[in-house]
């Protein structure tokens, strides 16, 4: 039950009130824990940053990066600078929408902090997005002002006409009339907005099953909410603990651990672009880190690596985003003698809602529910089902979905439930055990990829008549994406039409959701009303796989692409 009382919005734009699901339709939300007791006016950066300068040292470090520092009182004054080129240069008011672009820098993090003392919608995105789904998103949530990393500036300056709403666009690190530039001239002291604690202040974008953008609408108080469980209960954060890891800060993922956590610790985060496994160990030793947040890809990855350096300083790893393998997780034991966190979360969740950690951990299990999360698994009927019964995994807490203007609000809200779209089971010791998605959504090395996303981009190439998009497994990125084409009469399916096919998708969409896996055919499996059958393709893959073993891997009509050391280092941060 909702026990905040309701206090009056701040927004002066309104648009993200007012686009809301109907309360009917939210999940059922508890605050449970004594942590999670929150006044009605709260504004999180004045919570996280400006009440955190007034209980650390001046000179503790917030943020570090491979060239520069900054302690907590020159974070706040840079973002208070930020904050006033919005207000006094840019014209924001409260609630308007700011698309934010950036790799994992101090310069993102400030801007995302001013965005929201300012009253402002941050909506993150991920760097290797294209114009197209940028484009998609400005137009869902009614951006109005955009700030962007220089490096990012072509797909901003190509975005599809029109795009009157974003009237503001302002970018940092390069170029003229840069945002340092303009934050030259402004004070350093700027008063948060009294923002309510259920006013929006921060909107993630998920690419549901269809391609279609979901935008899930986050609060003040779900921002401070995450930052008081997973991290107080299984992390056990503590002041000298320092961050680190490779997930961007566009994903929950990575703005917890990242940034929000080690401020409501007043801990220190260490940001850095472009890591590659060797680059994050090394990191992790010049660093002295002690936390670190990655996929299992990297930690695979690592894994054979860690003797050529000092990890001695980690005392936690976590691992999220995909299923971590039980030989990922036993051979980092044995590697670095820490057992590993696994979690599960969700961009509609905003972070980890099921994990463990220390002796807790059980090789197999995510774990348990994060203390003030509560979970069971669901069966077809929508009755919760007995230990050993694999169902649809269904969470409720203190965060849970609220989807901007989007009639799927209900496919995710089950009788007060947040439904995840995992096929978990849990054991008799209330351990909770992935088995499966329960959607068409692919996990490769992390990331989240909408397979109808990747078929409405391969259809848009002049060769192909008909595509279908799934993901098979990998052992190495748990899945990759694989593209089953129909070509054009006359078109001649070769291994040149497959590159040209894979860097047009590059082109088209981010470069990670290429097919990296591609089978011409001369049909696909379709109903009597036309509709794809995906499901044979997958029934296909054991069967084909089997056959690549026999013939030690070679196929006649299956290609998959080998990436330069640089491609991939690139894709993979």
């Known amino acids: 039950m909702d026990a905040i009382a309701r206090s009056a919005s701040a927004h002066i734009d309104s648009f993200a009130a007012d686009h809301l699901p109907d309360r009917a339709l ?18 999180c950066v004045n919570e996280l940053l400006d009440k955190q300068c007034e209980r650390v040292a001046s000179d503790k470090l917030m943020l570090r990066n491979a060239s520069m ?84 500036k072509d797909e901003m300056q190509n975005l599809p006409e029109p795009h009157a709403v974003l009237r503001q666009v302002l970018y940092f690190q390069g170029g003229e009339e840069s945002l340092e530039h303009r934050m030259a001239s402004k004070s350093g002291e700027f008063k948060a907005v009294d923002t309510a604690a259920d006013d929006v202040c921060l909107i993630g974008f998920t690419s549901g099953t269809t391609g279609k953008p979901k ?25 000298d603990d320092v961050f680190i890891g490779t997930p961007p800060l566009a994903f929950t ?45 990297f930690y695979r990855q690592m894994t054979g690596l860690v003797p050529r350096f000092d990890v001695s300083s980690l005392r936690e790893t976590v691992s999220a985003g995909e299923m971590l393998p039980v030989s990922t997780r036993a051979a980092w034991l044995e590697a ?17 809602f099921i994990s463990a950690s220390g002796d807790q951990v059980r090789a197999g299990a995510t774990g348990k529910p994060v203390p003030g999360y509560q979970a069971c698994v669901l069966g077809p009927d929508g009755e919760a089902l007995g230990p050993g019964q694999i169902g649809r995994l269904a969470v409720k807490g203190p965060t849970g979905c609220r989807y901007l203007a989007d009639e799927r609000q209900s496919d995710y ?88 096919i894979q860097h047009f998708v590059k082109q088209t969409i981010a470069p990670y959701k290429y097919p990296r896996a591609i089978e011409f055919r001369t049909s696909l499996p379709r109903t009597e009303t036309g509709k794809l059958q995906r499901f044979r393709l997958r029934e296909d893959v054991a069967s084909a796989h089997s056959e690549i073993n026999k013939t030690n891997g070679a196929t006649a009509n299956v290609v998959t692409a080998t990436l330069s050391e640089s491609q991939t280092d690139q894709e993979k941060t």
């Open 26 to 43: 939210w999940p059922e939300l508890s605050w449970s824990l004594p942590e999670l007791q929150y006044p009605p006016r709260l504004n």
């Open 69 to 152: 520092q900054w302690t907590y009182q020159e974070l706040q004054y840079k973002v208070n600078q930020i904050a006033r080129v919005l207000t006094e240069d840019l014209g924001l008011i409260p609630g308007n929408r700011v698309l934010l672009r950036g790799s994992n820098h101090p310069m993102m993090a400030a801007c995302f902090l001013a965005i929201i003392k300012a009253g402002g919608i941050a909506v993150p995105t991920m760097p290797l997005l294209r114009a197209k789904e940028l484009g998609l998103m400005i137009d869902k949530a009614k951006i109005s002002h955009a700030l962007c990393s220089y490096a990012l």
């Open 215 to 239: 935008a899930t609408m986050h609060f003040h108080r779900d921002v401070m909410a995450i930052c008081d469980c997973f991290p107080r209960s299984v992390l056990h954060t503590r002041a």
């Open 413 to 500: 809200v089950l009788n007060g439930w947040n439904l995840t779209g995992d096929a978990y089971e849990m054991d008799a010791d209330g351990y909770f055990c992935y088995r499966a998605r329960t959607d068409d959504m692919i996990i490769s090395a992390g990331y989240n990829i909408a397979g109808p996303e990747v078929e409405d981009a391969i259809l848009m190439h002049k060769d192909i008549a008909e595509c279908a998009v799934i993901g098979v497994p990998d052992e190495e990125r748990g899945q990759i994406v694989k593209a089953y084409l129909v070509v054009k009469p006359e078109v001649v399916a070769n291994e040149a039409l497959i590159k040209d």
């Open 253 to 297: 993922f990575g703005l917890g651990g990242l940034l929000l956590f080690p401020l409501r610790y007043g801990a220190t985060a260490v940001l850095l672009e472009k890591l590659t496994p060797e680059g994050l160990l090394q990191a992790i030793s010049h660093f002295k880190a002690t936390v670190c947040f990655t996929a299992p890809t």
């Open 336 to 352: 670095t003698g820490l057992r590993m966190i696994d979690g599960i979360g969700a961009t509609e969740m905003l972070h980890i």
